[in-house]
């Protein structure tokens, strides 16, 4: 399987402690975002970056959350100092940059769920 | 601005009718509009995707929907609901022309009785 894949699926932690999470899109996609999904919601958009450059953050994206694509392949997602509100699915998505019309189509990975007690 | 409706949370349809899912979206500008599926415990999928090609769009699994920009909806329609078509549908909306960030609908979770 070559789509998006995220690592762990699953990670319970408590709270005030650090959490770190990761994505790989797929292969030859340069875009790549994250989002966060509560419980009986959609998701909402929190950061994208292009290559290695993040290009937008979502106000939702407080400071004790960072997110990062050094190489503009994988990325990583840190919350640190974890509150109970934090508990929630993190989606990664990746695309390629459209050459024509209309926004790219975003390819989802099946999330981490975090829960923070 | 941009804002996806879904106007109902839940719908219940019996195997072999037909499915409607409702979604009216907001936007200053023309939008990309995009449903997506949710199976429990899986990712997001792509169903379709509409970018002003042509306003009836189809999908996979025989979904399919039309944009109305008079009414400025994007309904998702099946002729024959199938059990594995249980799931929450999303509609979906570009933040602004060509840009990257989506905008979710709150779901619609459909059942398929047998």
């Known amino acids: 399987d070559t789509g998006v894949s995220q690592d762990p699926r699953h990670k319970i932690t408590k709270r005030g402690q650090n959490v770190t999470f990761r994505c790989d899109p797929i292969s030859e996609h340069n875009r790549l975002y994250w989002y966060r999904q509560t419980l009986g919601q959609g998701p909402e958009f929190l950061t994208y970056f292009q290559n290695e450059a993040q290009l937008e953050k979502s106000r939702l994206l407080s400071d004790r959350f960072s997110a990062e694509r050094p190489k503009g392949s994988f990325s990583t997602l840190e919350i640190q100092r974890t509150e109970q509100g934090d508990s929630a699915m993190y989606l990664c998505?990746?695309?390629?940059?459209?050459?024509?019309?209309?926004?790219?189509?975003?390819?989802f990975g099946p999330g981490t769920r975090l829960t923070v007690l | 601005a941009q804002s996806v409706t879904q106007l109902d949370s839940h719908v219940s349809v019996s195997e072999g009718t037909p499915v409607l899912l409702r979604c009216n979206y907001s936007s200053s500008y023309s939008p990309s509009l995009f449903w997506y599926v949710q199976h429990p415990n899986k990712g997001l999928q792509l169903l379709l995707k509409?970018?002003?090609?042509?306003?009836l769009v189809k999908g996979i699994n025989g979904f399919e929907a039309e944009f109305k920009k008079s009414e400025t909806s994007f309904h998702l329609t099946k002729p024959s609901a199938h059990m594995s078509d249980a799931a929450e549908y999303f509609c979906?909306?570009?933040?602004?022309?060509?840009?990257?960030?989506?905008?979710f609908g709150t779901g619609t979770r459909l059942t398929v009785i047998p």
């Open positions: 509409y970018t002003s090609a042509a306003t």
């Open positions: 998505a990746s695309s390629l940059l459209a050459g024509g019309q209309g926004t790219d189509t975003q390819y």
């Open positions: 979906v909306v570009s933040s602004q022309t060509g840009a990257n960030n989506l905008f």
